[in-house]
C-alpha cells in the first residue's frame, strides 16, 4: 500500500508500505476515504527537521473513511466513522487504530462537509472551557479554519460584535461569510484602534487567539480585552514563550483559558450534528481538493497559504 513520508524540508514522498499488522483487542483497520490538513501538520513539512526521513504517515489526522475489521462490539466492518491518528501518523492508506479514537460518522452531509466536524469539534470544546457567551463582544484573532470555525459557532450561541482579526484579505472576506459581524485588516488598520471603535471604547469581553503554531498574538489579546474580560488561547504555543506581557495582563483582572484534546464521544458528534443540521454551512472553508497522487502541491497550497486557500482536502485511492 502507499504511505507518506516527508524525506526533506517541503518534500512529502508517496512510498510503497506494508499493510498493517493484524488489529490488537480495542483497535481497529481503518481505510481512510478523505483527509484535510490542518495547521498543525504545517510544522512537519515546513519546519528543519534534524534528522530526515521523517516518521512514515507524518503528518494527518483529521480523517473519515471506513472500518474494514473489527472484532470489538463499537464498530463493525463497512462503517462509515471519523478517525484520529495517534501523534498525525496519518498519511497511510490502511492503517490500525484505536477504537478509542474513532467516532462513528453522521452521513447525512457529504464526506468534505463531515470531515471538518473534527476541526469544529475542538472549537466546541473550548467554547465549553467558557461562559454564556450571549451579547458578548469578541475578537476573534487570526481567521485561518479555526478561527473562521469559531466565528460560526459564536454566532451560533448568541456573541454580539464578532470582531474577526487577519492579515490576509481573502480570509477576512471569509470570515465575513462564516459569521463575523466586522473584520479588521491588522497591516491596513490598528486593531486596538478599531476594536475601541467597533465597541464603543468598551474593548472585547472574550479574545480568541486562534493565530497558530509560527507566532502568537497574546500581547495583542490583552490589549483588546477589557477589564475584567477573557482571553482563550487556542493557538498551539511554543513551550517556552518569552516576552508575555504578563504584568498588563495581571492589572486588568484578565481570566485566561486554553482548550487541548476535545472528549471523543461528545465533542465530535455534536460538530457533527452542528454541521449535519445546517447550524453551520462549511463549504465556503473548502477552498482545495487533490488525490493523493498530489500530496506535494496540496501541502505547498495549504502551507503557503495560496491560491485563497483555506481548507485542503487529500483524496484517498479507496474513494474511487
Known amino acids: ?158 456573541a454580539g460584535k464578532i470582531i474577526g482579526l487577519d492579515k490576509l484579505p481573502y480570509r477576512l472576506d471569509l470570515g465575513k461569510r462564516m459569521g463575523a459581524t466586522d473584520a479588521i485588516h491588522v497591516e491596513h488598520d490598528d486593531p486596538i484602534t478599531a476594536v475601541a471603535d467597533l465597541t464603543g471604547g468598551q474593548m472585547a469581553d472574550l479574545v480568541i487567539e486562534a493565530v497558530g503554531h509560527e507566532h502568537h498574538a497574546l500581547n495583542l489579546c490583552v490589549e483588546l480585552c477589557r477589564y475584567k474580560g477573557r482571553i482563550h488561547y487556542f493557538g498551539v504555543p511554543l513551550p517556552v514563550v518569552d516576552g508575555i506581557r504578563w504584568r498588563d495582563l495581571f492589572v486588568k483582572n484578565i481570566a485566561v483559558t486554553t482548550s487541548n484534546g476535545p472528549e471523543f464521544g461528545r465533542d465530535f458528534p455534536l460538530a457533527m450534528q452542528w454541521i449535519a443540521e445546517g447550524r453551520i454551512d462549511v463549504q465556503p472553508l473548502l477552498t482545495h481538493r487533490f488525490p493523493l497522487s498530489d500530496i506535494q502541491t496540496a501541502f505547498e497550497i495549504f502551507s503557503d497559504r495560496a491560491d485563497g486557500a483555506c481548507k485542503v482536502l487529500i483524496d484517498f485511492p479507496s474513494a474511487g
Open 1 to 158: 500500500m502507499l504511505a507518506g513520508q516527508i524525506v526533506q524540508r517541503r518534500q512529502i514522498e508517496l512510498i510503497s508500505h506494508p499493510e498493517p499488522e493484524p488489529a490488537k483487542p480495542g483497535e481497529i483497520v481503518f481505510q481512510p476515504e478523505l483527509g484535510c490538513l490542518c495547521g498543525s501538520d504545517i510544522p512537519f513539512f515546513q519546519a528543519q527537521h534534524p534528522k530526515y526521513p521523517l516518521q512514515i504517515g507524518l503528518s494527518l489526522h483529521e480523517m473519515v473513511g471506513t472500518v474494514l475489521w473489527s472484532d470489538g462490539t463499537r464498530f463493525h466492518a463497512g462503517q462509515k466513522v471519523l478517525a484520529v491518528p495517534t501523534n498525525h501518523v496519518g498519511v497511510l492508506e490502511r492503517l490500525a487504530i484505536s477504537e478509542n479514537l474513532v467516532v462513528p460518522l453522521d452521513t447525512r452531509r457529504p464526506l468534505e462537509e463531515m470531515i471538518i466536524s473534527q476541526p469544529l469539534g475542538t472549537v466546541l470544546y473550548g467554547l465549553r472551557m467558557l461562559p454564556n457567551v450571549l451579547g458578548w463582544n469578541v475578537v476573534v484573532v487570526g481567521q485561518g479554519p479555526i478561527g473562521l470555525l469559531f466565528c460560526a459557532a459564536l454566532r451560533n450561541l448568541g
